[in-house]
């Protein structure tokens, strides 16, 4: 799990981490901003952004559940 105290992913973080398949956030996340193509070309379907993530700064294609 991405523990609760981290706010910035990064560009690119994931970038091409074909192993990554699922990823879930610690409770109480204050996760602010997701990178452009920070899970570009991983094996997620599909991942829960924690509500804490302001939706114009998500930079990949994902879907808040």
């Known amino acids: 799990a991405i523990p609760s105290s981290v ?3 990064g560009n690119s973080c994931f970038y091409k981490c074909k192993s990554l398949r699922v990823v879930t956030f610690e409770s109480g996340s204050s996760l602010k901003t997701i ?14 952004i ?10 990949c294609r994902v879907t808040r559940i």
Do not use: D, K, N
């Open 35 to 48: 990178g452009v193509g920070a899970f570009s070309f991983t094996s997620l379907s599909e991942v829960a």
């Open 7 to 9: 706010e910035v992913i």
């Open 50 to 59: 924690p509500s804490s993530v302001r939706a114009q700064s998500i930079g």
